[in-house]
């Protein structure tokens, strides 16, 4: 069973195990059977769930909404996370030149509009700022999170995919915590270990979402001498503490880490959810955790 933490100083309860719903459009499935899946996940205790207003050329969460609208008590057993300041181009924004950023106080403010109305919800409960935006003023956004927070539209707010500096000056001009990064984890790109993203969080005991967790499925197809690396020694682990798959590894090794990442499971299969629960139970060595980090560099450690 997976067990709920506070994953910040004055920030919520949110589940060990994230289940992500960015792929929900190619699952083909009908609103009863989002309906199931979505039961089926927090049976195992699985209860935080992870949108983008983006998702699905801004489908997404309207699939999950109608899902939701079938049973109105499944709300108040989850916790909804979703992100907002990518503008795409397509049939959704006509007059859109380029793919852009937007952290303008009229677009999250339109933009948490539009994912209540899609989601069929009158709270979002986490909120993040989807990527760090060149033209971000701090103060601006800060003035957009305390009035969403005011009249009840989002109870906390995060980033995902914020540099240490980047976090920082956000939070210096908000009155609440950020309550987590949302980044990018797995054994093919750890950036975050190295570049201070993380030892950033663990200072504030403020614990990161981890995204991509298998690498899109390259440590699984293994395309590249690193990623060839890396499946053969994290078959070789999987052998040694008795997993039943590598992508069980894999989660152990995300982890491992001190700052305690939640994991986001990008899979529509509950079989493949179940597989990620029973990585709970598998710890790692030190030098088990450093042989994927050895494999993925392709060298020994200075």
């Not at 709920?4 to 719903?21: D, F, I, T």
């Not at 069929?120 to 971000?136: F, K, T, Y």
């Not at 005011?150 to 009155?175: A, D, I, M």
């Not at 993380?198 to 690193?226: K, V």
Request: glycine share 6%; proline share 4%.
């Amino acid at each position: 069973m997976v067990a709920k933490v506070v994953v910040a100083q004055q920030g919520p309860e949110l589940s060990e195990l994230v289940q992500g719903y960015w792929r929900l459009a190619d699952w083909k499935m009908t609103p009863q059977q989002r309906l199931s899946f979505l039961k089926q996940h927090i049976e195992l205790g699985i209860t935080t769930v992870d949108h983008a207003d983006i998702y699905g050329n801004y489908e997404c969460e309207k699939l999950f909404g109608e899902a939701l609208a079938l049973d109105s008590s499944v709300r108040d057993e989850i916790e909804i996370v979703t992100k907002c300041d990518i503008k795409l181009c397509g049939n959704k924004n006509p007059d859109q030149k380029i793919n852009h950023y937007d952290t303008s106080a009229k677009h999250i403010y339109q933009s948490v509009d539009n994912s209540l109305e899609r989601l069929g919800i009158s709270e979002i409960d986490v909120l993040l700022i989807h990527r760090p935006d060149a033209l971000m003023d701090a103060d601006e956004v800060a003035g957009a999170f305390a009035e969403l927070h005011k009249v009840g539209k989002v109870k906390h707010f995060g980033v995902s995919n914020f540099s240490p500096r980047q976090f920082e000056l956000l939070q210096s001009r908000l009155g609440k915590p950020l309550v987590t990064n949302q980044v990018e984890i797995n054994p093919l790109n750890f950036d975050v270990v190295h570049d201070g993203t993380l030892d950033q969080l663990q200072l504030l005991r403020t614990r990161p979402m981890a995204w991509s967790c298998l690498a899109g499925g390259e440590l699984f197809n293994a395309t590249t001498a690193q990623s060839k690396r890396v499946r053969a020694e994290l078959e070789a682990i999987k052998e040694e503490v008795g997993a039943e798959s590598i992508d069980q590894v894999i989660y152990a090794w995300v982890r491992s880490l001190p700052c305690k990442p939640l994991p986001i499971i990008g899979s529509g299969k509950i079989e493949r959810v179940k597989t990620a629960v029973s990585a709970l139970d598998i710890e790692l060595t030190r030098e088990q955790w450093f042989r994927v980090w050895v494999a993925s560099k392709g060298h020994g450690v200075p």
